[in-house]
């Protein structure tokens, strides 16, 4: 389970490729594509988490700027293609999906401008006259009707594509106060058929021909209709953080600690600064700029530095992050700046994650549904990891000197081996007082299920080379336990170690293990010793113990030497003191298992001794 997960909303990143983008009006709309259109400059954070891995990224100038990478990161987490199935393509509808709720229908929107009822009630609650009700762009708007607004004092109120209220004055002909209990005012107006995602204070400042607006925006949105992660995070008693304009997406329900931004430089400073925090749940961020200063501007060179400018920050992010934390990154549509709309966009979003649990790189393909996010958020605070009780316990045989067969595990790997031979060799087990019976991962069910608690059942992954891939293993280890294995053996990456890449080789260990005692089993790790140099050995054995291993052993049996004396005494005295030694490979007489033992092995593997 993770402590703390931070939830990252690129406002308006889309990737293209909705399915039902011409319904919207946005067939070939792809906001990344037009990003890596201006510049080749890579964003080596973004790529490594799997940014340009997900599937479907076929934009012509999406493989233009491939082309010219000299190298792309791997990633290191999931990565998906989400799409969104709600009625709509705005922020408030693309935050609702995201915390779990399905919007069967848009909110309304006003081309024409808003209907006289309104207005005649919004001219009552504020006691002042309305200019402009049409859409309009925020600067444009108060450049055009601010010198009059002066003048008279009327309230500028204009709209977008999007299904917003958006009122501006200027600070010293309305204090901002005012404004915002105007706009409060107006929240109450717009309901009904009339419920628009947000009414939105625009305050401005300067003089005509220089009007500004200033980052004292503020947002009233439509309460969501049902509850949402938020509200059942909270109510649970976890933290739930809003930075940027989360509280006023979700009319501050669910939160309970706000952290309002003037934009992303702002976003980006607090984000990182949470992550250097002690806290117990959610950190909801969104990163509003991409879409309301460049996106809606058309401004392909903006959007892409500021997305370099997130880029350069995530190095930190992940950096920062902890063993228990968990980060996701999405958005909540599109706003394609190389279009001649200036409104979003119907696009599919990215969904990157990386951190607890979803440490092992994994194409997720196309999810159907913003929503999947919130569950990926709750099951990572929420959910409860079951250990596998097994019967006997793993580890659980006593070793007697007496008896040599108390310290094997014994073991038929062969490729023609039968469910009888594997019935044979459990009887032989039982009947000696072996440690574990060692045999192909496909029998594990069966020999489960035949010693009937006799036994320890003991299996190999990534058996007997090494080469397959860590999430492969990780989901060979995690099935064998649930068949009934509490006893795992695994078979290092070689090539790796002789790559020189020491650093994949561990988290490889690190991460099995993990995945290997949450299920309530052990692991012996086999680094196979005859394809080794001293040096390496001595270098697997410090990273097999950091990495929290139980056994480290010497050879699959199928290389081309077994176990030596040597190689024992060599692993005993470079590993640490909670790992034991397995010796494994030629062991045929108990004069050679009791050689092995005084080495420094607690565990020998044979098969005809």
Same mark, same amino acid.
């Given at each position: 389970?993770?402590?703390?997960?931070?939830?990252? !909303?690129?406002?308006?990143?889309?990737?293209?490729?909705?399915?039902?983008?011409?319904?919207?009006?946005?067939?070939?709309?792809?906001?990344?594509?037009?990003?890596?259109?201006?510049?080749?400059?890579?964003?080596?954070?973004?790529?490594?988490?799997?940014?340009?891995?997900?599937?479907?990224? %076929?934009?012509?100038?999406?493989?233009?700027?491939?082309?010219?990478?000299?190298?792309?990161?791997?990633?290191?987490?999931?990565?998906?293609?989400?799409?969104?199935?709600?009625?709509?393509?705005?922020?408030?509808?693309?935050?609702?999906? $995201?915390?779990?709720?399905?919007?069967?229908?848009?909110?309304?929107?006003?081309?024409?401008?808003?209907?006289?009822?309104?207005?005649?009630?919004?001219?009552?609650?504020?006691?002042?006259? $309305?200019? #402009?009700?049409?859409?309009?762009?925020?600067?444009?708007?108060?450049?055009?009707?601010? %010198? /009059?607004?002066? *003048?008279?004092?009327?309230?500028?109120?204009?709209?977008?594509a999007?299904?917003?209220?958006?009122?501006?004055?200027? %600070?010293?002909?309305v204090?901002?106060?005012?404004?915002?209990?105007i706009?409060?005012?107006?929240?109450?107006?717009?309901?009904?058929?009339?419920?628009?995602? @947000?009414?939105?204070?625009?305050p401005?400042?300067?003089?005509?021909?220089?009007?500004? @607006?200033?980052? @004292?925006?503020?947002?009233?949105?439509?309460?969501?209709?049902? &509850?949402?992660?938020?509200?059942?995070?909270?109510?649970s008693?976890?933290?739930?953080?809003s930075?940027? *304009?989360?509280?006023?997406?979700?009319?501050?329900?669910?939160?309970?600690?706000?952290?309002?931004?003037?934009?992303?430089?702002?976003?980006?400073?607090?984000?990182?600064?949470?992550?250097?925090?002690?806290?117990n749940?959610?950190?909801?961020?969104?990163?509003?700029?991409?879409?309301?200063?460049?996106?809606?501007?058309?401004?392909?060179?903006?959007?892409c530095?500021?997305?370099?400018?997130?880029d350069?920050?995530?190095?930190?992010?992940?950096?920062?992050?902890?063993?228990?934390?968990?980060?996701?990154?999405?958005?909540?549509?599109? #706003?394609?700046? &190389?279009?001649?709309?200036?409104?979003?966009?119907?696009?599919?979003?990215?969904?990157?994650?990386?951190?607890?649990?979803?440490?092992?790189p994994?194409?997720?393909?196309?999810?159907?549904?913003?929503?999947?996010?919130?569950?990926?958020? +709750?099951?990572?605070?929420?959910?409860?990891?079951?250990?596998?009780r097994?019967?006997?316990?793993?580890?659980?045989?006593?070793?007697? /000197?007496?008896?040599?067969?108390?310290?094997?595990?014994?073991?038929?790997?062969?490729?023609?081996?039968?469910a009888?031979?594997?019935?044979?060799?459990?009887? *032989?087990?039982?009947?000696?007082?072996?440690?574990?019976?060692? $045999?192909?991962? #496909?029998?594990v069910?069966?020999?489960?299920?035949?010693?009937?608690?006799?036994?320890? !059942? #003991?299996?190999?992954?990534?058996?007997?080379?090494?080469?397959?891939?860590?999430?492969?293993?990780?989901?060979?280890?995690?099935?064998?336990?649930?068949?009934?294995?509490?006893?795992?053996?695994?078979?290092?990456?070689?090539?790796?170690?002789?790559?020189?890449?020491?650093?994949?080789?561990? %988290?490889?260990?690190?991460?099995?293990?993990?995945?290997?005692?949450?299920?309530?089993? $052990?692991?012996?790790?086999?680094? /196979?010793?005859?394809?080794?140099?001293?040096?390496?050995?001595?270098?697997?054995? @410090?990273?097999?113990?950091?990495?929290?291993?139980?056994?480290?052993?010497? &050879?699959?049996?199928?290389? &081309?030497?077994?176990?030596?004396?040597?190689?024992?005494? +060599?692993?005993?005295?470079?590993?640490?003191?909670?790992?034991?030694? *397995?010796?494994?490979?030629?062991?045929?007489?108990?004069?050679?298992?009791?050689?092995?033992?005084?080495?420094?092995?607690?565990?020998i593997?044979?098969?005809r001794?």
């Amino acid at each position: 389970m993770a402590k703390r997960v931070f939830l990252v !909303v690129l406002d308006s990143f889309g990737i293209g490729g909705a399915p039902d983008a011409a319904r919207f009006g946005d067939e070939g709309s792809n906001t990344l594509a037009a990003v890596l259109s201006y510049s080749d400059m890579p964003f080596p954070n973004l790529e490594k988490m799997g940014l340009l891995a997900i599937d479907g990224e %076929e934009d012509p100038r999406i493989l233009d700027y491939l082309s010219k990478q000299k190298t792309v990161p791997s990633p290191v987490g999931a990565y998906a293609r989400v799409r969104e199935l709600s009625a709509g393509k705005d922020s408030t509808i693309g935050h609702w999906e $995201i915390a779990g709720i399905l919007s069967d229908k848009p909110q309304p929107t006003y081309p024409d401008g808003f209907p006289e009822e309104v207005l005649a009630a919004l001219e009552k609650a504020s006691g002042r006259g $309305i200019l #402009c009700n049409k859409p309009y762009s925020g600067t444009a708007v108060i450049a055009d009707y601010g %010198e /009059e607004h002066m *003048k008279t004092g009327k309230l500028i109120v204009y709209t977008s594509a999007d299904s917003v209220l958006q009122i501006a004055a200027h %600070e010293d002909v309305v204090p901002v106060e005012e404004l915002y209990e105007i706009c409060k005012k107006a929240r109450t107006i717009m309901t009904g058929e009339n419920a628009v995602g @947000r009414v939105i204070a625009r305050p401005f400042t300067g003089t005509p021909g220089n009007f500004e @607006r200033t980052p @004292r925006r503020h947002d009233y949105s439509l309460e969501a209709p049902s &509850s949402t992660m938020l509200d059942i995070l909270k109510d649970s008693g976890f933290d739930v953080i809003s930075v940027g *304009k989360i509280f006023d997406l979700f009319a501050g329900r669910g939160i309970t600690e706000s952290n309002p931004t003037s934009g992303n430089t702002e976003g980006i400073e607090k984000l990182i600064s949470m992550t250097e925090r002690d806290f117990n749940g959610l950190c909801f961020v969104n990163l509003v700029d991409f879409d309301m200063k460049y996106g809606h501007r058309n401004d392909i060179k903006g959007y892409c530095e500021a997305m370099h400018e997130f880029d350069d920050a995530l190095g930190t992010v992940i950096g920062n992050l902890k063993d228990d934390d968990l980060l996701l990154i999405t958005a909540d549509h599109g #706003c394609d700046p &190389s279009t001649v709309s200036t409104d979003h966009s119907r696009e599919c979003v990215p969904l990157l994650i990386y951190g607890e649990g979803y440490l092992v790189p994994q194409n997720l393909g196309e999810i159907e549904g913003f929503f999947n996010v919130s569950s990926i958020v +709750l099951n990572a605070l929420m959910g409860r990891k079951y250990a596998k009780r097994f019967v006997p316990a793993a580890a659980s045989s006593v070793q007697s /000197e007496d008896n040599i067969m108390s310290y094997v595990d014994l073991t038929n790997l062969k490729t023609t081996a039968t469910a009888d031979d594997i019935k044979a060799l459990i009887e *032989k087990a039982a009947s000696s007082g072996c440690a574990s019976v060692c $045999i192909p991962p #496909c029998f594990v069910k069966d020999a489960y299920a035949f010693s009937a608690g006799r036994m320890a !059942v #003991c299996t190999v992954i990534g058996f007997p080379n090494g080469y397959s891939t860590t999430g492969s293993k990780i989901y060979e280890a995690k099935e064998a336990c649930d068949n009934g294995a509490s006893e795992i053996d695994m078979v290092i990456n070689i090539n790796f170690v002789k790559s020189g890449r020491m650093d994949e080789v561990a %988290e490889e260990i690190r991460l099995i293990a993990d995945a290997v005692h949450e299920k309530g089993a $052990i692991l012996k790790v086999i680094i /196979e010793t005859c394809s080794l140099e001293e040096n390496e050995k001595i270098s697997l054995c @410090r990273i097999v113990t950091e990495a929290g291993a139980d056994f480290i052993k010497t &050879s699959t049996g199928f290389g &081309s030497a077994g176990a030596t004396v040597e190689d024992v005494s +060599l692993m005993r005295s470079n590993v640490g003191p909670e790992v034991r030694v *397995k010796a494994a490979g030629g062991i045929r007489s108990e004069d050679a298992a009791r050689k092995m033992i005084k080495a420094g092995a607690s565990r020998i593997g044979a098969s005809r001794l």
